[in-house]
């Protein structure tokens, strides 16, 4: 196994395994370089495991997903494994396709307003959790529960509630006297329905990221700024909001790649219609490539592969953003 | 700063690249090993998971399995994961000995060059019913043999009617069909529930609306197809369905009319045995055609197909346990288990015989007529596709009747 690595390729590989490690604990840049041969194999082999891993589970899957993407699969195709070089014809038919475009602004708009409800609710949860009052332990544990249940089981119960003639929503809004919604089943209301749903499923993860990174705040700060007369308004917009700045971009990054990527609650609630009204790339990558009875592979990757440069993309801006965060 | 800077724009593209293929890199997992090198042992793929180890259907495999003088190994997926698992197996060559597979699902496989004709096994599918088997011919070649079969009708709710002052008797076209529905809901109960769920489930219900207009499928924007979408896109507007059926799987559908406020259910054979313990009256009526008569219903349930090998010599096995599993003693055995109706006329004469309940359900399936044939083979699914979309939009109202099948033809092209 080791003669198969070429040379040129082997030192980027200790960078990786360097940034894998440190990722987590970035104040550790220890500073191994080359040394003698002997520990430079031992090194190797503890390296071994996790490049094995990375290849075998991420490199070549994205490797796979690609190759998809650029070649005409047919079933007869996919089976014998001819299928013809085709570029970026998948890309093409993706982007001329009707749904394109309403797949487009609904992923926008799905990520945009789950991100900016869920962290705006999950920040004043957490806000109000860090009085430390009576029972707050309690109930900051029961707003996990979101979090705990199976997608499969939060969203079956949603489209439960959500039924138009027998779902307890509609019947609560009968009770006030407000007609009864379409939630799942109109075109103007299914990708306000998703959102919902999906917002109540993020607050907690917002929620426990914030919350801890409130704990890092100093509260001498806070009162320093009560000593000087500021409100609690004011406290909030000029130590609370600036100081959790970095705990905040890192929570707005990761909710942005779990949102963008969101399946399993749109498709058991809506199946993405009716009439396209909330497919998004996910779901409708996934149509593509498995719900039909004949499988278009090509698209459905390429859909695919469309979704994973958009997370790279919003990865970088993240780290751009940082490193000025760093800068000044 | 700046080499760690590097490090991290790796990382984060890393997990960005993790979390995201979370949802597209799921595909190749299907490997499970369906041969073991014990060529004494052949495998079977089905797609009953609801059959445990030691149920009726698991004994047959085994039994068919010592009679020709191989173990069994059989695996149980569920029908939607079916296509796809057999498509990677076979893409590994991998496939299994033995196939049974969803009807609609054969052309597509067969188009794959997944699956041996029946020339090459020398299976005989002569005892077959010739509507049924065209589900699973192409090009004038047959791709297996189907072990029961399964359609549509509507199921009614007895007291309804009879709350509602309706006859079922003068239920025999469209319009007194939309009559008795009008005059269940005047009396309060709710008229008529299906599925029109954007999947092949919603298109499975609505082809015997639509091929009882007389319209074709090569064709979904005739006269005759918008009127058959315009039926349910009315009832809708009237209230004589709920607006729930647009989501509704054909499992949800039966849940409501379940729950006795229905006057009328489409659904299927496979319902039988919960009919009975709804707790009310109910009987079956075929779905009548918009001027009279029966109208065609598409034909579920599986056949029975044998996968290519790269050891040609598997087949002779393979073929005698097909011939084993689809014998008139053992189709009777599984049909019963699975409420399917038996494919062979020999089989469903004894299926009458002994419940005498079936027989609505052995004209209905007579009459049905499969989704692929025609020879439309793998055409079926994209127009499959554009269909349940179209009913989609018309339901939902973002479109009209025509404007919904004139975008969706323009889209089967």
Known sequence: MKQTTHPPERRPVPDRKGAAATAPLPARPAPRRRRPTSQQWAAWAFLAPVTLYLVLFYAYPLYRNLDLSLRNYTVRSFVQGNAPFTGLANYRTVFDDPTFGPALTHTVVFTAVCLFFQYAIGLALAVFFNQNFRLSATLRALFLVPWLLPLIVSASTWSWMLNSDSGIVNAALNAVGIGPVNWLTSPSWSLTSVIIANVWIGVPFNLVVLYSGLQSIPTSLYEAAALDGAGAWRRFWHITFPLLRPVSAITLLLGLVYTLKVFDIIWIMTKGGPADSSTTFATWSYRLGFGNLLPAFGPGAAVGNLLVVAALVFGLVYLRVQRKQYAS | MNGSTGRRLTAVALTVAALATGTTACSSDGSSSAKGDDSGTYTIWDPYPQFAKNSDWAKLLDDCGSKAGVKIKRTAFDTSDLTNKALLAAQQDNAPDVLIVDNPVVSTLAEAGVLTTTDDTKLDTSKADPNLLAAGQSDGKTYGTPIGANTLALYYNKDVLKAAGVDVASIKDWPSLTTALEKVNKAGKKGITFSAIGTE?????????????????????????????????????????????????????????????????????????????????????????????????????????????????????????????????????????????????????????????????????????????DDLGTQYPKISEQMWKAVQSALSGAKSPKDALTSAQSAVK
């Open chain 2, 201 to 373: 489930e919603g298109s499975f219900q609505f082809l015997p609306w639509f091929w009882g207009s007389g319209a074709k499928l090569t064709e979904l924007d005739s006269t005759q197809g918008v009127s058959a979408l315009s039926l349910w896109t009315d009832w809708l507007k009237k209230g004589y369905a709920p607006n729930s059926v647009i989501n509704n799987t054909q499992t949800t559908s039966w849940q409501e009319f379940a729950s006795g406020d229905y006057a009328f259910a489409e659904n299927g054979t496979w319902q039988l045995a919960n009919a009975e313990k709804a707790g009310f009256d109910y009987g079956v009526l075929p779905i009548p055609a918009s001027d009279g008569g029966n109208a065609a219903a598409p034909t579920g349930g599986e056949f029975v197909t044998v996968p290519v090998q790269g050891d040609t010599g598997r087949y002779t096995t393979a073929q005698k346990l097909v011939t084993c599993l689809t014998s008139t003693d053992n189709l009777y055995a599984t049909d019963t288990t699975l409420s399917y109706v038996a494919p062979t006329t020999e089989v469903q004469d004894k299926q009458i015989a002994s419940n005498a309940e079936l027989k609505p359900w052995v004209e209905a399936v007579k009459a049905a007529k499969g989704r692929t044939s």
